[in-house]
């Protein structure tokens, strides 16, 4: 099985000088790419970012809508830390007695780890 890169630079549309909605400067970016993601098809990931106000919003949203599904995963071994997470700006993550991760209007999208979950 080939390993999958992550996606560099290059492989992101950008389009820089937009009017940002907090700050009103023309300092926002916007970067978007789209990947196919075993168990949920083509997904499409962007950001934006100010460099006035630091603002940044980052979600992951699928082509196929899936509605609300829940998982459970246990970790057995440091090798489950690697284990593939995909976690949109509306989803919640219940990490048993560590916390939570809450969804809301500032909530992020992102794919990261089990080991990255932990660390934010």
Do not use: W
């Amino acid at each position: 099985m080939a390993e999958e890169k992550a996606p560099t630079s290059e492989d992101y549309d950008e389009i820089t000088g937009e009017t940002c909605p907090f700050c009103g400067e023309k300092t926002l970016s916007l970067m978007e790419t789209s990947r196919e993601v075993p168990f949920f098809g083509v997904c499409h990931i962007f950001s934006m970012d100010c460099t006035s106000c630091k603002y940044h919003k980052s979600d992951v949203e699928s082509d196929e809508n899936h509605g609300p599904i829940q998982y459970t995963f246990t970790v057995e071994s440091e090798d489950d830390l690697k284990v593939r997470v995909i976690k949109s700006s509306h989803a919640n993550v219940k990490l048993g007695m560590i916390g939570s991760i809450e969804s809301g209007e500032t909530a992020s999208g992102y794919i990261s780890n089990i080991e990255g979950l932990l660390k934010r």
